[in-house]
DNA sequence: CTGGTTGTTAACCG
DNA sequence: ACGGTTAACAACCA
């Protein structure tokens, strides 16, 4: 559930807090998280210093003196930073040791990653080098967007969830994304003219940008435990099955697409162009 | 006990 | 090949 905002923010306050610090022992209780044996990942990390943390689709890469430490929350998680005298939370896959005694707790709901990889073979790593197009990054224009979904059967919804096509939004801000450029989740890529291309385009990064502005989603803490400012009330049409839509005030639906769920005002958002 | 949920990948099918 | 569907996988809750 963490989506790129929350990622985003994440990789922020990691920075901020471990930038030239460096990690001594890790405690590995999930070893099928790992990208490697726990006890070689434990001796790979040891002495490494914190160089910096970004973002990558919904990764966190930490570059370390040779390595790059790439998280993955999968399905809903925290990193928590405790002081040396802090207790720890009692559910947890991992804790990262600072030199000082800090430590970093990482949690998740299921399915998280948490990989070592040597900095020159970031590249081989699949799951991080297959990612698409940073949905905030300047190269991502309209045109750019538009191109993805020229010609294709796909839906536009699966297309933003592929993570190998844009990185990093998830079901949660997809409810919106679609629903703040007027486009139903069904529609094939190539049924959107170019302005709904536009619209689509606006919509992924106004609702990204609202989401990193309010620090994150409510539901997900940062470092230091405090959830984030984008609670319920700013969802437009996600999870509010029978609220009236915020636009014309129809009742909105709930429908199956795909795997997924998803939240529509079918008045707004008509299947028919 | 059942099923839904939320992400990602692979396998399978048309 | 493209894309949809399903299952599977570290849970958890109602």
């Not at 059967?153 to 949660?172: E, F, H, P, W």
């Not at 529609?187 to 990193?212: F, M, N, W």
Request: glycine fraction near 8%; proline fraction near 5%; hydrophobic fraction near 45%.
């Amino acid at each position: 559930m963490p989506e790129l905002p929350e990622i985003l923010l994440r990789a922020r306050e990691l920075n901020d807090a471990l930038a030239g610090r460096a990690f001594t022992v890790a405690d590995l209780r999930q070893p099928k998280c790992l990208n490697m044996a726990a006890d070689a990942f434990t001796i790979a990390l040891e002495g490494q210093r914190i160089h910096g943390a970004h973002y990558r689709g919904k990764w966190i890469l930490a570059r370390l003196d040779a390595y790059h430490l790439l998280i993955n929350l999968g399905m809903g998680g925290e990193i928590l930073y405790h002081e040396a005298d802090d207790p720890l939370p009692n559910k947890l896959q991992a804790i990262l040791q600072l030199a000082d005694g800090a430590r970093l707790s990482i949690h998740f709901w299921w399915f998280g990653h948490i990989h070592l990889v040597a900095s020159e073979r970031l590249t081989e790593h699949a799951l991080t080098a297959s990612l698409g197009l940073d949905p905030l990054a300047d190269t991502f224009t309209p045109e750019a967007l538009g191109a993805l979904l020229a010609g294709r059967r796909r839906r536009v919804k699966s297309l933003l969830l592929d993570q190998t096509q844009i990185a990093g939004i998830g079901n949660m801000y997809a409810h919106d994304i679609l629903f703040r450029a007027r486009v139903h989740p069904e529609r094939p890529g190539y049924s959107l003219c170019v302005d709904e291309v536009a619209a689509l385009h606006a919509a992924i990064q106004e609702t990204l940008q609202k989401a990193i502005d309010l620090g994150g989603a409510f539901w997900e803490q940062n470092l230091y435990g405090a959830i984030g400012g984008f609670n319920r009330d700013h969802l437009l049409v996600g999870y509010k099955e029978g609220l009236p839509c915020p636009t014309c005030a129809t009742p909105i639906e709930k429908i199956k697409t795909g795997a997924t769920s998803g939240f529509v005002c079918p008045s707004c958002q008509s299947l028919i162009r």
